[in-house]
């Protein structure tokens, strides 16, 4: 089963509106990642955020990691049409070995 | 761009083929990972090479093996084609230098149809 699991599955909202998406994962990581995946096509890689930071942003993307509560937020503020994607959270296990997990991703629609 | 390729963009197989899948990594990067994403899905972490040595795989089948060059290009090789490996191949490059996955780069995918 996939360690990384986003909510929701699905989003729809305006443009100009801010989108949250969530994610959980089971076991303890060393890092957390957020990728973004238009039309089915190769992921462009968001923002990596450790196991030892709570935040961090990169212009309009603000991501939290709460480690305690295994779960972590992507916050898109001001949303463009050009954010329709998918997006994808990816943890790196805590467990020895390289292992990726990917979530089954949000899929956001933002309308013009 | 993310200075990863992959080749070829699509193919068409039938059951029982083999088929490969190459990927040239992002200048600088010696850690190559292969993933398999089938519609509607995230992506499935099938295999890592880091220097040219396994050292890391999903749950996929002994028919699913790979190669890493020297020059940290890629092969994923798939034998005894079925049904179910019809997807999008991903492959990604990185840095790696410690236990720790560092922010991978990924190609555009090969789309992989089995009939």
């Known amino acids: 089963s996939q360690q990384g699991e986003e909510d929701p599955q699905a989003l729809s909202i305006q443009e100009g509106e801010n989108a949250t998406m969530n994610c959980s994962y089971k076991?303890?990581?060393?890092?957390l990642q957020w990728y973004r995946q238009n039309s089915g096509r190769g992921l462009v890689h968001l923002i990596l955020i450790r196991s030892n930071e709570r935040e961090k942003h990169s212009g309009r993307l603000r991501v939290t990691l709460d480690t305690s509560k295994k779960s972590s937020s992507l916050l898109i503020t001001a949303s463009r049409a050009a954010d329709t994607a998918s997006y994808f959270c990816a943890t790196d296990p805590n467990t020895g070995g390289f292992k990726t997990i990917f979530g089954a991703g949000t899929r956001l629609f933002v309308k013009a | 761009e993310t200075g990863v390729t992959q080749s070829p963009t699509h193919l068409i197989k039938t059951r029982g083929q083999q088929v490969t899948l190459r990927c040239s990594s992002q200048s600088g990067h010696n850690t190559v990972s292969w993933y398999q994403q089938a519609l509607g899905q995230g992506p499935q972490f099938i295999f890592q090479?880091?220097?040219?040595?396994?050292?890391g795989r999903g749950n996929f089948p002994p028919r699913f093996s790979g190669l890493q060059f020297p020059n940290y290009s890629s092969e994923l090789n798939v034998n005894a084609l079925e049904l179910d490996d019809s997807a999008l191949y991903l492959c990604?490059?990185?840095?790696?230098?410690?236990?720790?996955?560092?922010?991978?780069?990924f190609g555009p995918g090969t789309r992989l149809l089995v009939l």
């Open positions: 076991t303890s990581i060393n890092n």
């Open positions: 990604a490059s990185s840095w790696g230098t410690s236990g720790i996955q560092e922010t991978q780069y």
């Open positions: 090479y880091y220097r040219e040595e396994e050292n």
